[in-house]
């Protein structure tokens, strides 16, 4: 069951990676319309976290490093809900 668990949550945040580097590319194309389905969703989920690093990390030169910063907290993130769910788990 603890396994179930823990591939679920690995199953999770690996949609969010691919979400949020999907708006990344994304973001290189010039003419993508944005109001547009599914671009939208990914654009309001993605950005939704994203933003939250944008208002702390400027760009440079118009480029965006928080999204790599993102993903390194979301990485971290990642490893304290599965350490904490095998170290709760173990318990049990």
């Given at each position: 069951m603890l396994r179930g668990l823990v591939n679920g949550i690995n199953n999770i945040?690996?949609?969010?990676?691919?979400i949020i580097?999907?708006?990344?590319?994304?973001s290189w194309i010039p003419?993508?319309?944005?109001?547009?389905?599914?671009w939208f969703t990914v654009r309001n989920i993605?950005?939704?976290y994203l933003d939250i690093?944008?208002?702390f990390i400027p760009s440079?030169?118009?480029?965006d490093f928080s999204p790599i910063v993102a993903l390194i907290?979301?990485?971290?993130i990642q490893q304290v809900v599965l350490f904490a769910v095998?170290?709760?788990g173990s318990s049990l």
């Open positions: 945040f690996l949609l969010f990676y691919v580097l999907l708006r990344i590319f994304l003419n993508i319309r944005w109001e547009k389905q599914p993605a950005d939704a690093f944008r208002r440079y030169g118009g480029l907290v979301l990485q971290i095998i170290y709760i």
